[in-house]
């Protein structure tokens, strides 16, 4: 028993490193170009961070839930704390849709209508087997700066255009079957999402239980 009890006091003193674990979704719920929005409810697309506790490695998932089934994502930017240089980064696709491009710079890409953005995805408009559409995932590791957290990316785009600034934006294609020039850019609205804890946070509470559970039980046989 003393020696669970040990083990148990160790992940204890472990809890405030998993505690900085941190979720960042970004959901998508605007058209800004004064185009046409997508058809669906939205959100019609949601992009997540999450650095599950570990500084230095941030998993993106892109995804299209909201769209309908003849839209299709065509490009989707992100922006980068300013601190930090983008083409530093090392992002490798994981699983899901892989975009046909990636390219970082500092403010080098502009969404149509808004500002500058530091990291463009870009997907396939061809083929529909290779299109980024409704209820598909895209995935990405991202690592290159040993202080990176999903906070990282929760910056706002560089003024360039009429619109925004935004802390992502995206370009949806294909929003009416009947018209396939008809596309529209939409970004997440409102003021900047709050972190929330990460499933580490919860592993720590549950060890902390753990820990008392396991000295209740010491003192017992004692």
Do not use: C
Request: glycine residues 10%; hydrophobic residues 40%; proline residues 8%.
């Amino acid at each position: 028993m003393f020696k669970r009890l040990i083990i148990a006091l160790v992940l204890v003193l472990m809890i405030p490193l998993m505690a900085q674990a941190t979720v960042l979704t970004f959901n998508f719920n605007i058209e800004f170009s004064d185009a046409t929005p997508p058809a669906g409810s939205p959100p019609w697309l949601t992009a997540t961070f999450d650095d599950g506790g570990l500084p230095g490695q941030v998993a993106l998932t892109m995804s299209t839930s909201g769209l309908i089934s003849s839209e299709f994502v065509t490009e989707w930017d992100f922006n980068l704390d300013p601190s930090f240089d983008p083409t530093s980064l090392t992002i490798t696709y994981l699983s899901g849709v892989e975009a046909q491009s990636l390219r970082q710079g500092l403010d080098a890409y502009q969404a149509d209508g808004d500002g500058k953005y530091d990291i463009e995805f870009s997907f396939f408009s061809g083929p529909p087997s290779k299109r980024f559409n409704k209820d598909l995932t895209s995935v990405y590791d991202i690592t290159g700066i040993s202080s990176l957290t999903a906070n990282s990316f929760n910056f706002l785009s560089k003024s360039a255009g009429g619109h925004g600034p935004f802390y992502s934006a995206a370009h949806v294609q294909g929003i009416d079957p009947a018209d396939a020039s008809k596309s529209g850019w939409v970004a997440p609205s409102g003021t900047p999402p709050i972190p929330e804890p990460g499933t580490l946070l919860l592993l720590g509470a549950g060890l902390v239980g753990l820990a008392g559970y396991a000295r209740i039980r010491f003192g017992r046989r004692k």
